[in-house]
């Protein structure tokens, strides 16, 4: 009996012992885990002619207006209105009127009046793609014969498209021409960007021309590619710019709409004399769009 007895003891601690480490091998055991998958590699996609490319190799047109039709197409362009100097105390008053612009003979037509509109003594047009096209990478033309005189400014520009969102200067200005009318050999191109408060600064440069850009027709140029502007007249370079001109703050890069206008008046070059003539003229016979594929 007592010899059983023992056996008995020793097999209930052999099978103990085997159901606690049966145990603990349960309770140290991690639990099996699904292997990892490792998220897809989406290949990087450059934008749209984000490399810089030579001025001819911009041969796909993408958009346009030729002026061809009889009116404005307002499907392309809007107009911004009203007086209040613009921020450089210009002397005109902006109108949707057809004797501030009209589309005839294959051009558009901006014209300056001496007209008092309210408490301005000018009336002109500014006409722009603001929410309707908005361009980014590639290189527009627009063809224009500008206006001459003591305190006629023609320009043909952009703005950022974010404008509403990031006020000027944070949303970025492209003056693609500029012209005081006083100086008519001299064609300016300017860029204005943020510091880092938010506060304008410029680069620009003056170009000195041969002939009085007023006489005939000129081809002003802007090619834009990821970090670099490029500015021509006729096809001929004579401006370039990128992020190393800027304080940090580059806008450059995103969208931005077109805007012709003619202004009167104001910081720029003065106000008109009893030199200068009215009605005044800016003429486009088009603006165009092109991109290489």
């Not at 008053?93 to 037509?109: I, M, Q």
């Not at 492209?174 to 001299?186: H, N, T, V, W």
């Not at 970090?227 to 450059?252: H, S, W």
Request: aromatic share 12%; proline share 6%.
């Amino acid at each position: 009996m007592q010899i059983q007895s023992i056996n008995v003891f020793r097999s209930y601690q052999l099978g103990a012992s085997l159901l606690l480490a049966l145990g603990l091998t349960a309770c140290t055991e991690k639990p099996s885990t699904p292997p990892v998958t490792p998220p897809p590699v989406v290949p990087v996609v450059p934008v749209v002619n984000e490399g810089a490319k030579d001025y001819a190799d911009y041969n796909t047109l993408v958009w346009s207006d030729e002026f061809d039709g009889s009116s404005l197409d307002q499907s392309k362009w809007g107009y911004d209105l009203g007086g209040g100097g613009w921020g450089n105390n210009e002397k005109q008053n902006y109108t949707n009127s057809g004797d501030n612009s009209f589309v005839s003979g294959g051009n558009l037509t901006i014209q300056a009046r001496r007209q008092q509109l309210g408490s301005n003594a000018y009336t002109s047009a500014r006409l722009l793609t603001k929410g309707k096209k908005t361009f980014v990478f590639g290189r527009i033309d627009t063809r224009a014969k500008v206006p001459k005189g003591k305190g006629v400014w023609p320009a043909i520009w952009m703005l950022g498209a974010d404008i509403d969102q990031n006020n000027w200067p944070k949303c970025g200005e492209i003056d693609i021409m500029e012209l005081r009318g006083s100086r008519p050999k001299e064609l300016l191109a300017t860029m204005h960007f943020p510091d880092a408060n938010g506060n304008r600064l410029l680069k620009g440069t003056t170009n000195t021309l041969p002939v009085d850009l007023s006489e005939d027709f000129h081809i002003y140029s802007v090619v834009r590619s990821k970090d670099q502007i490029r500015m021509y007249i006729d096809g001929v370079q004579y401006f370039t710019f990128g992020p190393g001109d800027t304080a940090g703050n580059y806008p450059f890069n995103n969208p931005f709409f077109m805007i012709l206008n003619v202004a009167v008046g104001g910081d720029f070059d003065g106000d008109p004399d009893a030199s200068t003539v009215f009605p005044q003229q800016m003429q486009v016979d088009y603006v165009r769009h092109y991109q290489y594929k």
